[in-house]
């Protein structure tokens, strides 16, 4: 996950709205240089760092909302949604990911090497269970014929599922652009 940037030029003596707005200036810049990563489908990483950018920048917006313009509620409102988009997609990533190890051959080599934990963790977190994780990664446990088919055919079933959600995020931020949404969220600071 990309680390946030440090915010410099704020002032302790400044009012609050006035940090809040250089804030949120900072944060609307983070969002925008994962613009790249939208046409890229495949990018799992980049979109998924465009979705903790969009986090952050609406966090931003809440968490100063009394001291930022009205008008940063719509801005919560399109960050809400992008935000949803973002981790729909991430969740069928992550999905698609799992179903594709279960089906391949290659788990039990990673199981026996002690690196299965790694493989079911982002950045420290967990994505599983601990007993998910060792039923993946288990070469006991291996599917059926007729477990892989099913299993085969739900993977094509989310890769589908995974267009879809792509398609309507691109769609969403291609709506944005062509309305200026960054110039939109830069009037509204001021």
Not at 16 to 42: C, H, P, S, T
Not at 68 to 86: F, K
Not at 114 to 120: E, I, Y
Not at 184 to 190: S, W
């Amino acid at each position: 996950m990309a680390k946030a940037r440090a915010i410099t030029g704020l002032d302790a003596q400044a009012p609050v709205g006035m940090n809040a707005r250089l804030i949120a200036k900072e944060r609307l810049a983070e969002l925008y240089q994962w613009e790249w990563a939208v046409d890229d489908a495949d990018n799992a990483r980049g979109l998924h760092d465009m979705r903790i950018a969009a986090k952050r920048l609406r966090y931003t917006f809440e968490v100063f909302e009394d001291v930022l313009p009205a008008g940063g509620r719509a801005v919560v409102g399109e960050l809400t949604q992008l935000q949803d988009e973002l981790g729909e997609l991430h969740d069928s990533d992550v999905m698609i990911a799992l179903l594709q190890m279960r089906l391949s051959d290659a788990q039990s080599d990673t199981a026996a090497g002690g690196a299965g934990a790694k493989l079911f963790s982002f950045n420290g977190k967990a994505l599983v269970s601990a007993d998910m994780a060792a039923y993946l990664l288990d070469p006991g446990a291996s599917p059926t014929a007729e477990q892989r088919r099913g299993l085969g055919e739900f993977l094509g079933q989310q890769e589908e599922l995974r267009g879809r959600r792509y398609s309507a995020f691109r769609q969403h931020w291609r709506q944005l652009q062509e309305r200026d949404f960054r110039g939109e969220v830069l009037d509204i600071l001021g």
